[in-house]
């Protein structure tokens, strides 16, 4: 055989099982944040299969490292609408590590919506979304989101201010987020200060 297909084949054969580990690789979740009309939302972005696989996500890179990982890849083998029933199903214990604070206090939210995408290959991890929304004390100046280490990492952005919050959470609480006044008199802040 040519030297140039032999070295050809051994960088195949290299590249084969990379794609088979690349399939489980952890992901980042992404989670939007929003605020309106004395409301706030939470758009997040996550595979959802190893968290209720019971996955343990803090420091893991591949979820074949762990001993569920068979449990991921039968969830992961269920139709979307399969999977996104079970989502909705255990959405309570999601949402109870899940929190978002304001002075201390949480904010009580609720899933009003969840969506899972079709995967073609189902060795490929599949994107779902869970819509989080619950309603702010008035006066709300700033909130924190709380993050469980277990579901490994989130990149947290908020999205309706200018130069809002971005940040890596992989535990605990966020720092403090300040949310615009929808009053429509917070310049006067600034003057009776």
């Not at 109870?96 to 290959?121: M, N």
Request: proline letters at 5%; a negative charge; glycine letters at 10%.
């Amino acid at each position: 055989m040519h030297p140039v297909i032999r070295g050809f084949l051994t960088v195949l054969a290299f590249m084969a099982p990379l794609g088979a580990v690349q399939a489980h690789e952890v992901r980042p979740a992404i989670a939007d944040l929003t605020t309106e009309d004395g409301r706030v939302s939470l758009v997040l972005r996550m595979s959802m299969e190893p968290v209720l696989a019971g996955i343990d996500l803090e420091g893991v890179e591949d979820t074949n490292e762990t001993d569920r990982s068979d449990a991921v890849d039968q969830l992961r083998a269920l139709p979307a609408e399969a999977f996104r029933k079970r989502i909705e199903a255990d959405t309570g214990d999601v949402l109870d590590k899940v929190t978002i604070q304001v002075d201390g206090t949480a904010v009580a939210l609720r899933v009003t919506e969840v969506q899972v995408d079709e995967i073609p290959d189902i060795s490929l991890p599949r994107e779902s979304r869970l819509f989080l929304t619950g309603a702010l004390p008035d006066g709300t100046q700033a909130l924190r989101v709380g993050w469980p280490s277990e579901y490994g990492t989130l990149i947290l952005r908020q999205m309706d201010v200018d130069d809002g919050f971005t940040g890596y959470l992989t535990g605990g609480y966020s720092d403090p987020i300040a949310i615009e006044n929808d009053s429509g008199w917070g310049f006067l802040d600034g003057i009776f200060r």
